[in-house]
């Protein structure tokens, strides 16, 4: 299944200018976890940003997040219903495209 950009609803205006990840049924965010030395809350996504699907056996137990380069950053997004399982910090769904 290929990843898609979700954009959010035009009235809403907190998600304006915003993008989500799904892939399949499952929709992917964002935790500090995977992006050290980033605030998760400034990241931005690139709309020519290539989101590549890969099994990651070593992360929450086994899971397919989804990857890009962006910014001289890797991008990491996992499934929304893991997030929490780690370490505390901040985590987002709905991020600024630029």
Known sequence: MPARRIAGHLRAEAQRGCVALARGP???????????????????????????????????????????RAAERDLTAIPYHLWANREPGPMRVWLRQV
């Open 26 to 68: 499952l929709v992917h965010c964002f935790e500090a976890a995977d992006h050290p030395g980033c605030d998760v809350r400034d990241l931005a996504l690139p709309a020519d940003a290539a989101w590549a699907p890969g099994f990651r056996p070593d992360l929450l137990g086994g899971v397919v997040a989804l990857t890009a």
